[in-house]
């Protein structure tokens, strides 16, 4: 018998999905004729799958990665878009917060994967001072530098700000004291770093005599000068004045030298 084949196709709802009617006709000499069809529905319903999908990490937010080149393969559609989104959540700060990053792969019939891949930024860097001053010793009649302008630099803030505090500590005396500058530099997240600059002032010059009375000599019927040097200090408006006298006896009971010793003290 003569053997005759046909085939017919019938579109589906998706260029993958369809059915084929495969029909065979058998006819003898005497125009017998058989018939028999096969039916074979093809479908697809298998998803995509995602290939470089990165895993979730916890990074600064100075090292956010960029986004992965993510791509999908798929056992029946041979070209497959992949498309990209990102969603943030905001944390307690600026700089601190949640990426959710989703690749979504869709074949021609509607099958579909998600990858997601949760990036954590978390800003846990201080601030850098530049700029702190050198720690410096003055005499007490030198004038005190104003303080400078001091910056800092962070990873992710770009405006951190920078605060200065002065504290005076006091010496044995009130020409000497030391100061001491605190900066600090804090950014959004509330991360800071401090940086000092330490002052010592002292006294270190003593007083000087001015107009030192001269050495006299007298008769003993003279009278004995209440004379008084005058003294000038650095620092000390009124520096202390005492006086010591010392008698030295002669060869008669009129006769005597009379020393008198100033000392001057801050």
């Known amino acids: 018998p003569t053997l005759e084949f046909k085939e017919a196709r019938q579109d589906?709802?998706?260029?993958?999905?369809?059915?084929?009617?495969?029909?065979?006709q058998a006819e003898d000499d005497c125009g017998n004729v058989?018939?028999?069809?096969?039916?074979?529905?093809?479908?697809d319903t298998k998803a995509p799958i995602l290939l470089g999908v990165p895993s979730d990490v916890t990074v600064e937010c100075s090292n956010v990665p960029t986004p992965a080149n993510v791509k999908a393969a798929d056992n029946c559609d041979l070209v497959v878009?992949?498309?990209?989104?990102?969603?943030?959540?905001?944390?307690?700060?600026?700089?601190?917060?949640?990426?959710?990053?989703?690749?979504?792969?869709?074949?021609d019939c509607g099958n579909e994967v998600v990858?997601?891949?949760?990036?954590?930024?978390?800003?846990?860097?201080?601030?850098?001072?530049?700029?702190?001053?050198?720690?410096?010793?003055?005499?007490?009649?030198?004038?005190?530098?104003?303080?400078?302008?001091?910056n800092a630099q962070d990873n992710c803030d770009?405006?951190?700000?920078?605060?200065?505090?002065?504290?005076?500590?006091?010496?044995?005396?009130?020409?000497?004291?030391?100061?001491?500058?605190?900066w600090t530099a804090t950014d959004a997240c509330g991360n800071s770093s401090t940086g000092s600059q330490t002052i010592t002032v002292r006294d270190s010059k003593a007083p000087v005599f001015v107009?030192?009375?001269?050495?006299?000599?007298?008769?003993?019927?003279d009278p004995i000068p209440s004379q008084q040097p005058e003294?000038?200090?650095n620092c000390d408006n009124n520096p202390q004045l005492t006086l010591e006298e010392t008698t030295i006896p002669g060869q008669c009971e009129q006769e005597y030298t009379l020393i008198r010793v100033w000392t001057a003290e801050d």
């Open 211 to 221: 107009n030192i009375p001269p050495t006299l000599e007298l008769e003993c019927s």
């Open 12 to 24: 589906g709802n998706c260029p993958q999905e369809y059915i084929l009617l495969r029909i065979w």
């Open 81 to 107: 878009d992949v498309v990209y989104d990102q969603q943030r959540i905001n944390g307690n700060c600026l700089y601190n917060y949640v990426l959710i990053r989703t690749w979504t792969a869709t074949d």
């Open 115 to 150: 990858g997601t891949q949760k990036i954590t930024v978390q800003d846990t860097q201080a601030p850098v001072l530049a700029g702190i001053p050198a720690n410096i010793t003055l005499e007490c009649d030198q004038p005190i530098p104003t303080p400078p302008v001091v």
């Open 231 to 233: 003294v000038k200090d």
């Open 158 to 182: 770009n405006n951190p700000t920078v605060s200065l505090a002065v504290v005076t500590l006091p010496g044995n005396c009130p020409e000497a004291y030391v100061l001491v500058r605190t």
């Open 34 to 43: 058989a018939t028999v069809t096969q039916k074979i529905t093809v479908v």
